[in-house]
């Protein structure tokens, strides 16, 4: 099974290759032809996947990196690792990079890609659900400083989304339910008919049905592309994305990433729907129905009390997204309605991470 989609942009046009059980590169073999080929993955990933990964790249030149896993090593020194491999290897502009992990490999091989040389193309592979509907795709490339998450990156468009879905069959559940945090993300956005698939498909989801995740990722590269095909740069729409990000963000930093990605977004989620109801944005079902789906994927819709309200607020302060101490908000006006909020005050926002803390 096979689905492919394409994304078209002011400067790059690439396509999103979903297959249910392969790496399908032939589209790209007279593109690759004569390039280097360095594929950069991680200590967990390499003992799964990297070997057939490099023999799709049989007749190439073709090396490999294998980073730390970990958040905590989504920084300078692993995209230095990536840096030093290209130069021991004497990879140019010409050349190419492959992501093969989760979302931190697929942005960090990407800002590698994007600095190596002003720019080199690079492939994703992504291997995690979140990964393959969402971080792969768009061109978000970076990684963490210490101030907090992703301070240091570009735009950098890859050359094409090589998913594989049967990677996710040796992803850990925790880490699957947390993709699917992102998915939920979505239905908040602006696709309220797909928070009823969700709904309806939620046991078919659990169960990993191949035919209902093939739909499950195509739909969700299809919401992103929409969004970032109107606004690459994220000069407008493409903010939307950024629903429970700025919670979110901030609760994965303050909690030293004890929340992975996707569930600290689960939890921003929620307390967006708190935030938007309590400011009568939204009715008070919006912040229910998230709840609900959330929870029928095992993710946390209560911040846990370690972490108090005042110290995550303090942190969102330090996000990108912070305009002159006016912080610029996704808010929800019902599901499937997300809009930007500029100049959300810090009381409100306290009240609404309290409101959503046990
Ligand atoms: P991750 O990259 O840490 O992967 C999760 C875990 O699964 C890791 O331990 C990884 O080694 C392991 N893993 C990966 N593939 C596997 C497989 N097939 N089988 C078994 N284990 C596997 O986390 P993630 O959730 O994929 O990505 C989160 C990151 O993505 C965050 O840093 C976030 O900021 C970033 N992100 C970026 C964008 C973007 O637009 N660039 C969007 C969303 C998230
Ligand atoms: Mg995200």
């Not at 589209?27 to 057939?52: F, G, H, Q, S």
């Not at 879905?165 to 993709?179: S, W």
């Amino acid at each position: 099974m096979q689905t492919q989609l394409n994304i078209t942009l002011p400067n790059a046009q690439y396509p999103i290759i979903i297959d249910s059980d392969q790496f399908d590169i032939s589209d790209l073999r007279p593109w690759l032809k004569d390039k280097k080929v360095m594929v950069v993955t991680n200590e967990i990933v390499a003992p799964l996947y990297l070997a057939d990964v490099l023999n799709l790249f049989e007749g190439h030149v073709v090396h490999s990196c294998v980073l730390k896993d970990g958040e905590q090593h989504k920084n300078s020194s692993s995209w230095l690792q990536i840096l030093d491999a290209l130069a021991v290897h004497r990879f140019n502009r010409s050349d190419v990079l492959v992501s093969l992990g989760g979302g931190i490999v697929c942005d960090m091989t990407g800002f590698a890609a994007a600095s190596w040389m002003r720019g080199m193309s690079f492939i994703q592979m992504p291997t995690t659900l979140l990964s393959q509907i969402d971080a792969s795709v768009g061109g978000k490339t970076g990684f963490n400083h210490p101030q907090g998450k992703n301070m240091i990156g570009a735009f950098h468009q890859p050359k094409a989304v090589i998913i594989n879905a049967k990677t996710l069959a040796t992803l850990p559940v925790r880490e699957f339910n947390a993709g699917i945090g992102e998915a939920i993300k979505y239905a908040g956005i602006n696709q309220p008919t797909f928070y009823a698939w969700l709904s309806e498909n939620m046991h078919a989801i659990k169960a990993q049905n191949q035919k209902v995740l093939m739909e499950l990722i195509a739909s969700c590269c299809q919401f992103k592309t929409q969004l970032v095909e109107q606004d690459e740069k994220e000069q407008g729409v493409r903010a939307l994305l950024n629903l429970g990000h700025t919670f979110g963000h901030a609760i994965e930093t303050v909690s030293d990433y004890h929340y992975l990605h996707g569930e600290a977004v689960a939890l921003g989620m929620v307390m967006a729907a708190e935030l938007s109801a309590n400011l009568r944005l939204c009715s008070a079902d919006i912040r229910k129905m998230l709840e609900n789906l959330l929870q029928a994927f095992d993710l946390p819709i209560m911040l846990d009390a370690d972490y108090p309200a005042e110290v995550v607020l303090q942190r969102m302060k330090s996000d990108k997204k912070v305009i002159n101490d006016h912080h610029r908000l996704i808010l929800l006006k019902g599901m499937g309605q997300a809009f930007i909020a500029e100049g959300v005050n810090d009381h409100d926002i306290l009240q609404a991470i309290k409101a959503c803390t046990y």
